[in-house]
Every structure is written in structure tokens, then in C-alpha cells.
């Protein structure tokens, strides 16, 4: 069955850095389009990051961008989250989630159970 | 930015009652719209895709419907285990945005 797993949260200081990860398994990821939302303690979903299945195409919200970076590697069937500059704001539960739908068409059918950061001196 | 507002932010029912929740957005969606359930500590759960296609295992008490800047979820009886957030999401224009949510929970 299809399994979206991530990792790497943490606590961190800010204009500490951050790379998160998921491994997917149980469908054809290098097929996929991927995405990584956030939510932040007891708020709504956030879309943060969008990335083609080859990688070519990578779109971040305006709040992250300058400072996240989402890459993948199809190989490891992984997709990673690197965050940089990260401020208090960014404190939020952290899910990977397919995307169906290319670019801006996309919706969400399988998501990951999430992973913690956490940004506070 | 298409900005989704969900009405209300508090529906309180009893099991077997109809819900219906509405998301209204800032200007016309040009894709379709996606929901979303989230129980607590969970991740949320697709249920409805393109407006008004049920995701695979959901059940047909759930229905979307709806055009332009205004739509519903309905759902036609509320099973206990119905009680949670619900979220919508359009497609179509980056970037993509989901509403405030809409929490169901026991009357």
C-alpha cells in the first residue's frame, strides 16, 4: 500500500537550518508529482512546495521561498525539504503528500503522517 | 492569491443529522475543488476530488457540489466517526490554498 514516511524534524533556533525528508513507497514515485504542505499549531493547511516528477518543475509558496528549497531523488524514492533561515513562523507540523494534477492543478491523495519543527530560541 | 473561506467554522450535530459546509472563494476557481477530512493527530484524508468525485473508500454520504466561487459538502447522515475538521482546496492557480476549515463535532 501506498506509504509516505517523514523525517527529520527537530528543534531549531532561529536562522537554523532544517532538511526534512519522506520516503515513499507502494506506487511509482518517479511517475509522481509531490508536494509538502504545513500546519502550524492548531491552524489550517499550508501548500508550501510543489516538484514535478522529474524534478524540472519546483514551485514554493511566497512565504518559504528564498529559504526552502524541495528536491528529490527517484532513485532512493525520497523527496527532501530543505529549510534554511527558518523563523519562529515556520513552527508547524510538516507533511509530504502525492500530488494528482500537474502544477498548478493539483490536489492531494495520499499524505505522510508528519513530521515536527519546531523554531524557538 | 485565491483566498477559500469556510462557513461555519463550528457546525454541532447530532448523529444522523445532514451537514452541509460551504467554501466560498475570492474569485472564480479555475480548476475544480478538493476536499479534505482531518481527525485529530491524524494527517488529513482526501474525500472528494474535481468538486463532486468521491476518493476511493469514501462513502457515498459524502457528496460535493458547486461552480465558480461557491461550494458545499454535504454530508447526508453523520456517522460518529464523521466528527473531525474539514478542509477545501482549489485547483487551478498557484498558489494552491486550502480554507480555514470547518470543524464538525457532537451536538
Not at chain 1, 98 to 119: E, L, P
Not at chain 2, 1 to 13: F, H, Y
Amino acid at each position: 500500500q501506498v506509504q509516505l514516511v517523514e523525517s527529520g524534524g527537530d528543534l531549531v533556533k532561529p536562522g537554523g537550518s532544517l532538511r526534512l525528508s519522506c520516503a515513499a513507497s507502494g506506487f511509482s514515485f518517479s511517475d509522481s508529482y509531490m508536494s509538502w504542505i504545513r500546519q502550524a499549531p492548531g491552524r489550517g493547511l499550508e501548500w508550501i512546495s510543489y516538484i514535478s516528477s522529474s524534478g524540472s518543475s519546483i514551485v514554493h509558496a511566497d512565504s518559504v521561498k528564498g529559504r526552502f528549497t524541495v528536491s528529490r531523488d527517484n532513485a532512493k524514492n525520497s523527496l527532501y525539504l530543505q529549510m534554511n533561515n527558518l523563523r519562529v513562523e515556520d513552527t508547524a507540523v510538516y507533511y509530504c503528500a502525492r500530488a494528482v494534477g500537474y502544477g498548478a492543478g493539483a490536489y492531494f491523495d495520499y499524505w505522510g503522517q508528519g513530521t515536527v519543527v519546531s523554531v524557538s530560541s | 492569491e485565491i483566498v477559500l473561506t469556510q462557513s461555519p467554522a463550528t457546525l454541532s450535530l447530532s448523529p444522523g443529522e445532514r451537514a452541509t459546509l460551504s467554501c466560498r472563494a475570492s474569485q472564480s476557481v479555475s480548476g475544480s475543488l478538493a476536499w479534505y477530512q482531518q481527525k485529530p493527530g491524524q494527517a488529513p484524508r482526501l474525500l472528494i476530488f474535481d468538486t463532486s468525485h468521491r476518493a476511493i473508500g469514501v462513502p457515498a454520504r459524502f457528496s460535493g457540489s458547486g461552480s465558480g466561487a461557491d461550494f458545499t459538502l454535504t454530508i447526508s447522515s453523520l456517522e460518529p466517526e464523521d466528527f473531525a475538521v474539514y478542509y477545501c482546496q482549489q485547483r487551478g492557480n498557484w498558489p494552491l490554498t486550502f480554507g480555514g476549515g470547518t470543524k464538525v463535532d457532537i451536538k
